[in-house]
């Protein structure tokens, strides 16, 4: 699919509407630097990959997480992700021989939260509401997503994915518009493609 939604190649069934899931985090990230909050946190290419990205729980991402988090003055026990056990096999047993218990920064989508979290000290809302769906942030997210992929109100469906935020239901070909524009935003408008470079 074309920036403008012109399908160039396809199989299947591309108007099926599918859960998008974790593949949309670089348009979910769109506000965070559209609002200058990434930069006003000082936040650089290493902070933004793991905003836009699921990642393995290495010390190497934790760590990251966790200079996010201290940006913006909040916690680990802010983010309201979950724990899970680091998907990196050497970092999970050097945890558990360390008797250490994972963190909501093991999390693989913790960097995508620490985001929503910095967006929402931007936009003045309460940590602790930030993935209501009625929060500034998740609004926010969702009409980036929607502009991004051309999806109308009826087609883009909302639920809560496994690390408790907001996932998206859309038609696929709607999906494949949104990355191309992604990729190619040169008839965005100048925020929006800054955003995107």
């Not at 558990?96 to 960097?111: D, I, L, Y």
């Not at 929402?120 to 997210?141: C, N």
Request: net charge negative; charged share 20%.
């Amino acid at each position: 699919v074309d920036p403008d939604g012109h399908v160039l190649e396809a199989a299947g069934a591309i108007e099926h509407p599918v859960f998008a899931r974790s593949s949309t985090k670089a348009l979910q990230a769109l506000p965070l630097l559209e609002t200058g909050a990434a930069d006003r946190f000082g936040f650089g290419e290493p902070e933004l990959a793991l905003a836009v990205a699921s990642h393995n729980g290495e010390r190497c991402h934790t760590e990251v997480v966790q200079r996010m988090l201290d940006s913006i003055g909040l916690a680990v026990a802010d983010l309201r992700c979950g724990a899970h056990r680091p998907y990196d096999s050497p970092t999970w047993e050097a945890l558990r021989e360390s008797g250490h218990e994972p963190t909501q920064a093991h999390n693989n989508c913790s960097g995508k939260h620490a985001g929503f979290l910095a967006l929402g000290k931007e936009l003045g809302d309460a940590p602790a509401t930030y993935l209501d769906l009625d929060s500034g942030i998740q609004r926010a997210v969702q009409a980036a997503v929607a502009d991004m992929t051309g999806a109308t109100p009826e087609e883009l469906g909302v639920a809560i994915d496994g690390c408790s935020a907001p996932t998206f239901r859309l038609p696929l070909r709607k999906l494949a518009q949104g990355f191309a524009r992604f990729a190619n935003p040169a008839g965005l408008a100048p925020e929006r493609s800054a955003a995107c470079r």
